[in-house]
C-alpha cells in the first residue's frame, strides 16, 4: 500500500513551474524533487536515448517505492511526449509514451499529475522575457511555441484522466493570485 506520494508537475516555458514545484519541494515534508529535461537529440536516434533513460526513471521510482519520500518532479516523459505530438522531433514517442504510462500508472505511490497553465496566454510574452528568467542556449522559446504546449498538455491531462483513474489530474492556472494557487495544491495533494 502506498505511503509516499509521486507528483510530476509539466507546463509550458512561462507556466510556473520552478515556483511551483519549488512551493510544493519547501511545503510538503520529505519531498525530493528532480528536474529534467530530456535529451537534446532530436534525431531519429534520441527516441532510443529518450527510451533507455525513461525507463530507468522508471525503474529508479519503483526501487523508492514504501520508502516514506515523496518524489516531486519537474518534467518528464510527459514533456517529450508533447514535444514529439508538436513535431519539434523528428520522431514519435507514442509508443514509447503509452508504455511508459502504463508502468507510471502501476507504482504503489500515490500519483499526481499536475498541468499548469495561463488562462491570459498573452502572459507567456511578458513571463518568457522577464528579468532573471532562465536563459537556454540550445533552444529558443516564444510565446507562439508556449501556447501550442499548453494546448498539448491539456489535452494529454484529458487523456490521463479517462484512462487512468488511479492517477490524480489537475490542471491549474497560475496567472491567477500565487496564495490561491497554493491553497489549490494543498488541497489537491492532501497536506
Do not use: W
Amino acid at each position: 500500500m502506498a505511503n509516499s506520494k509521486l507528483i510530476v508537475v509539466e507546463g509550458a516555458q512561462g507556466a510556473g513551474k520552478t515556483t511551483i514545484t519549488d512551493f510544493i519541494r519547501h511545503s510538503l515534508k520529505y519531498t525530493n524533487l528532480y528536474r529534467l529535461s530530456g535529451t537534446s537529440d532530436s534525431s531519429p536516434a534520441g527516441l532510443a536515448k529518450s527510451k533507455e533513460m525513461y525507463f530507468d526513471l522508471l525503474d529508479y521510482i519503483k526501487k523508492l517505492e514504501n520508502k516514506s519520500i515523496n518524489l516531486l518532479f519537474d518534467r518528464t516523459f510527459f514533456t517529450e511526449e508533447n514535444y514529439c505530438r508538436l513535431g519539434k522531433k523528428e520522431y514519435s514517442f507514442t509508443e514509447v509514451y503509452d508504455k511508459l504510462l502504463d508502468e507510471f500508472s502501476k507504482l504503489d505511490f500515490e500519483i499526481y499529475y499536475i498541468t499548469l497553465y495561463l488562462k491570459d496566454t498573452k502572459q507567456y510574452e511578458k513571463r518568457l522575457s522577464r528579468e532573471g528568467k532562465a536563459k537556454v542556449d540550445y533552444a529558443k522559446f516564444g510565446a507562439e511555441n508556449s501556447i501550442e504546449q499548453q494546448n498539448t498538455y491539456l489535452e494529454m491531462t484529458e487523456e490521463i484522466n479517462k484512462k487512468y483513474p488511479n492517477i490524480k489530474t489537475i490542471n491549474i492556472p497560475t496567472d491567477q493570485d500565487l496564495e490561491v494557487t497554493k491553497k489549490v495544491l494543498k488541497e489537491f495533494i492532501g497536506y
